[in-house]
């Protein structure tokens, strides 16, 4: 049914898979398109309860696809890839399901955005989890500016966004960024456990708080949602954004001049 991302079920609990292997799941047009869509369908499936996110391979998620972004053309167009992130994160933000997020190797960018947004978050203890949008140029999508915020205040997620730095899954866990850490390779282990422990436990009751408290919310990340689409545009004009991708492809510093 998908090509870059996999849904399974097991019993009441599904398992959303990123599935670009060779590409640490750095999320391209297909896999934007398929993840709203995917999303927007769970929203109809009441045979689920609990949906736990991991990546396939050696990371979670690279993030957005830098090369294809650098690529342009036909291959990445960034106003259409905005409306995908953007219904990623509302459709995820509104999913009346209990969220797990399963992060073992790099969860970046984009893919950090879509980790946030989660319930629940579980990184093994050397995972790297960035908001690194800054290292080239740009700013945090997919909600990336409402899910930090929220998880940290304005003040820290401010600089945590302009730092861009890379954590480990104990300095996230300081930070109020995550819920748990766990030991290599036991992530995806500890989600299932914990999926087990919601089902039996007041789940309706939960998703009825979820609801209550994310219902408050919806028109401020809808409002930063389209913040983030108009800005992002603007920000890929400029010289540092140029740069930033110039530099990242040929694995060099970037030189900014805040142009």
Known sequence: MYETIQLTKNGQVGELILNRPNAMNAMNMKMMEELADCLEDLHNDDTLKVIIFRGEGRAF?????IKAMQGGGDEFDLSEAMQFVTRIASALYTLPKLTIAAVHGAAAGLGFSLV???????????SK??????????IPDGGGHFFMKERVGVPKAKQLIWAGQMLKAHDALAKGLIEEVTAEGRAL??????AEEALQSPLKAKLATKNILHQQKLPELKNILAMEETSQNA????????????????KRPPQFKGE
């Open 189 to 194: 282990e500890r989600a299932n456990e914990y």
């Open 61 to 65: 998620s690279a993030g957005g696809d």
């Open 116 to 126: 946030l947004a989660c319930d629940h978050v579980i990184a093994e203890e050397n």
């Open 235 to 250: 920000m890929r004009q400029t010289a540092d954004h140029k740069e930033g991708i110039t530099a990242f492809v040929g």
């Open 129 to 138: 989890l960035a908001m690194n949008f800054i290292g080239i140029g740009l």
